[in-house]
């Protein structure tokens, strides 16, 4: 198992096949450090969703490595090392249940302070207070009553409680308002804060804080550096 880790991840060489003969990653070297927040981009198909994929092993790679502090993820259990990695993703999945449950999804041993505090740091305790049941209020599976951007927010705060070393995250596409993007700006900044994070970006602003940004074209990386240095 993996105990507490720092979270350097490593690629190696990283060739994969979903089907064979079809590579979608076609040799893949990336190293990234403890702390630091990647941003992938690149045109649809061009590999984002399988690199964040393989980082949980949600697939086994065709040949090369991938290391997680040295230590190759073939020879750590699935449990523990999913147990590492928080996932965000563009669908934000919220369940049938009120907005306290859904955030203690991330933890289900927390207490309501615990709750309340993720939520305050994101920025979302505001909206909930205001709502006809307060963190009691109860939302469905589509979350239809949550605007898109309060529905980020929850899974912000969500994943922030889980306090997992990685963090995954797929950008939603769906545009927002200005404010909320402000909003949303900070509370990923915060979420962000001391993990090792892989952000399937979409918009720019979240592009321009990424420690490096890494463009993928047909499974290769075809440049990669920070905001300044493309
Ligand atoms: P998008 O921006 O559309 O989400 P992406 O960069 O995430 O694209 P991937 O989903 O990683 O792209 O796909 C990379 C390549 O692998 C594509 O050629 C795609 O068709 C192929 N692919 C993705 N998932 C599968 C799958 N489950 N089975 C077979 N091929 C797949
Ligand atoms: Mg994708």
Avoid at 35 to 55: E, F, M, P
Avoid at 103 to 116: N, W
């Amino acid at each position: 198992p993996l105990p507490t880790i720092q979270g350097d991840i490593k690629f190696e060489k990283v060739i994969f096949e979903y089907e064979k003969g079809r590579a979608a990653l076609k040799g893949i070297d990336l190293d990234v450090k403890a702390g630091q927040s990647i941003a992938l981009v690149g045109h649809t198909g061009s590999g984002k969703s399988t690199i964040i994929n393989l980082i949980g092993r949600f697939y086994d790679i065709t040949s090369g490595k991938i290391t997680i502090d040295g230590k190759d993820i073939r020879d750590v259990t699935l449990d523990s090392l999913r147990g590492q990695i928080g996932t965000v993703l563009q669908d934000t999945f919220i369940f049938s249940g009120t907005i306290r449950d859904n955030i203690r999804f991330g933890r289900l041993d927390a207490t309501d302070q615990e709750v309340e505090e993720a939520a305050k740091a994101v920025d979302a305790h505001d909206f909930i207070t205001k709502l006809p049941g307060g963190y009691d209020t109860e939302v469905e599976e589509r979350g239809s009553a949550l605007s898109m951007g309060q529905r980020q927010l929850l899974s912000f705060a969500r994943a922030l409680l889980a306090d997992p070393r990685i963090l995954i995250l797929d950008e939603a596409t769906a545009s927002i308002d200005t404010e909320t993007e402000l909003k949303i700006q900070e509370a990923l900044k915060t979420l962000l804060q001391g993990r090792t994070s892989f952000i399937v970006a979409h918009r720019l602003s979240t592009i321009r804080h990424a420690d490096k940004i890494v463009v993928l074209d047909h499974g290769e990386i075809k440049e990669e550096g920070n905001h300044s240095e493309l």
